[in-house]
Nanobody, 126 residues
Framework: VQLQASGGGLVQPGGSLRLSCAAS????????VAWFRQAPGKEREGVLC????????YSGDSVKDRFTIGRDNAKNTVYLQMNGLKPEDTAVYFC????????????????????WGQGTQVTVSS
């Protein structure tokens, strides 16, 4: 199983980015998928997750109403759409999938997930 996270970059405050998490070796739609982020000197933080079908989402408080998560099953990919970016959103963003237990609707706890992408850097700065 491999997860490839991409789409990071440098963006000005208030801007938008869309991150992608492409999977090989499994069908992402069968599993919960989550995005996490980690800023220097800080713990890894759960951002958003989407459950396996029917695809219920759950958001961390810091990104509510700004970030959304979605699936493109034809591409076996999960997206993180980030709008209204703030400097405090600067971090390395990771996607993860496959949990050993069922969570309702999905988990934002990092140790629940077995497979991780390599991370993509998002920097929000003027």
């Amino acid at each position: 199983v491999q997860l490839q996270a991409s789409g990071g970059g440098l963006v000005q405050p208030g801007g938008s980015l869309r991150l992608s998490c492409a999977a090989s070796g499994l069908i992402l739609d069968y599993y919960d998928v989550a995005w996490f982020r980690q800023a220097p000197g800080k713990e890894r933080e759960g951002v958003l997750c989407v459950s396996s079908s029917p695809g219920i989402t759950y958001s961390g408080d810091s990104v509510k109403d700004r970030f959304t998560i979605g699936r493109d099953n034809a591409k076996n990919t999960v997206y993180l759409q980030m709008n209204g970016l703030k400097p405090e959103d600067t971090a390395v963003y990771f996607c993860a999938t496959v949990t050993g237990s069922r969570y309702s609707p999905c988990s934002l706890t990092s140790f629940h997930y077995h497979y991780w992408g390599q991370g993509t850097q998002v920097t929000v700065s003027s």
